[in-house]
């Protein structure tokens, strides 16, 4: 079964680091793009950033500087990496796997890891 | 605010259909034939519904469909069922590498 499952959310402060993980099965995480998506609470989807297969990546300006988008092959996992988390960027946080001959548009979702930036 | 405008509520009653806008500019849907669209149920990941403007992945039904006119684009929900009530969302390509989403409708079947 194609799937893929996050995990590393939690509460944090102000100021500090999370990683976030997101596996997959059934597909390889490096034989296509792959993007995380995050959605405040109430709120809409938010593009965060993505990495190609060739290992380019690219950020939301939000966030540019402060995560970090890569993937572990071996692991067949991907990972978003954030720093001097701030409050709002408190969301629930989807990793999506860019579907095959289609741009920019996402077949595969997981379930999305709660993150809360908060004192 | 969004970067992608999209009414934030729209409804119809089964069998009828309904049609959701997403509007962008000149420099993303206008350029690009990279729209896609998604639905979200309450409490759920989204669901790719429509990509590249108006084609359909495995499995979704034909009642969906997607068009694009010069810097706007639109999802059409035929034959409306109970289960269709949910959030939509367009995305589109914002060229240098920059995906945009719209604020989201909230579909109501009346």
């Not at chain 1, 993980?21 to 995480?29: E, H, L, R």
């Not at chain 2, 790719?48 to 706007?72: C, H, Q, W």
């Not at chain 2, 390509?93 to 989201?104: A, H, I, K, P």
């Amino acid at each position: 079964e194609v799937q893929l499952v996050e995990s590393g959310g939690g509460l944090i402060q102000p100021g500090g680091s999370l990683r976030l993980s997101c596996a997959a099965s059934g597909f390889s995480v490096d034989s296509n793009y792959m993007t995380w998506v995050r959605q405040a609470p109430g709120k809409g989807l938010d593009w965060v950033s993505l990495i190609y297969s060739g290992d380019n990546t690219a950020y939301a300006h939000s966030v540019r500087g402060r995560f970090t988008i890569s993937r572990d092959n071996s692991k067949n996992t991907l990972y978003l990496q954030m720093n001097s988390l701030r409050a709002e960027d408190t969301a629930v946080y989807y990793c999506a796997r860019g579907g095959y001959g289609m741009s920019w548009a996402f077949d595969i979702w997981g379930q999305g890891t709660m993150v809360t930036v908060s004192s | 605010q969004s970067a992608l405008t999209q009414p934030p509520s729209a409804s119809g009653s089964p069998e009828q259909s309904v049609t959701i806008s997403c509007t962008g500019t000149s420099s993303d849907i206008g350029f690009y034939n990279h729209v896609s669209w998604y639905q979200q149920h309450p409490g759920k990941a989204p669901k790719l519904l429509i990509y590249e403007v108006s084609k359909r992945p495995s499995g979704v039904p034909d009642r969906f469909s997607g068009s694009k006119s010069a810097n706007t684009a639109s999802l059409t929900v035929s034959g409306l069922q109970a289960e269709d009530e949910a959030d939509y969302y367009c995305s589109s390509d914002g060229g240098s590498s920059n995906l945009l989403f719209g604020g989201g409708t909230k579909l109501t079947v009346l």
